[in-house]
Nanobody
Framework: QLQAFGGGLVQPGGSLRLSCAASGRTFSNDAMGWFRQAPGKGREFVATISRRSEITKYKDSVKGRFTISRDDAKSMVHLQMSNLKPEDTAVYYC?????????????????WGQGTLVTVSS
């Protein structure tokens, strides 16, 4: 299971840190990803991190503002978001790719958390 938390209301330019706790599986074998879904839109890739944190990938619009990290000892993955913009408003989901591939497609991920809402508004 994956459980995401840390969302909330933040002003433009502000920061938030999302976290995702994994249980019931060998977390260190998985690549982990963050996706988001804005109202009326499809789910889109945000960031992914490989096993042992060797590879990270980001959506172009979040590069330099978001940082994905993982703590295998605690079976957690984080998404540090800074300089948030209104267009970052969405429900954010964490996901696990049990093949460890760091792909950016929704279909590559086998397990999903329930989502946490991030609202960027003044």
């Amino acid at each position: 299971q994956l459980q995401a938390f840390g969302g909330g209301l933040v002003q433009p330019g502000g920061s938030l840190r999302l976290s995702c706790a994994a249980s019931g599986r060998t977390f260190s074998n998985d690549a982990m990803g963050w996706f988001r879904q804005a109202p009326g839109k499809g789910r889109e890739f945000v960031a992914t991190i490989s096993r042992r944190s060797e590879i990270t990938k980001y959506k172009d619009s979040v590069k330099g503002r978001f940082t994905i990290s993982r703590d295998d000892a605690k079976s957690m993955v984080h998404l540090q978001m800074s300089n948030l913009k209104p267009e970052d408003t969405a429900v954010y989901y964490c996901a696990a790719d049990t093949y460890g591939r760091t792909y950016t497609s929704v279909s590559s991920y086998d397990f999903w958390g329930q989502g946490t809402l991030v609202t960027v508004s003044s």
